[in-house]
């Protein structure tokens, strides 16, 4: 979903700020990150899911 950013606390009037993409989604690079960076094997990431260690959903009752 989308949240609130404040923005950039810095104001350039000759070179304004320039946001080529959004900030990214909850746990949008654990593939990337735990296997490409890190090498696990996907068996260990899916039992990481499964005990809910990472995710892309917030766990219910977490503070957002």
Known sequence: GTHPYAGPTWKLSRTPP????????LGQHNTLVFS??????????????ANQLIGQEPLEGAES
């Open 18 to 25: 320039h946001f080529r993409r959004p900030a990214p989604g």
């Open 36 to 49: 490409e960076l890190l090498g696990l094997p996907h068996s260990r990431i899916e039992a990481m899911e």
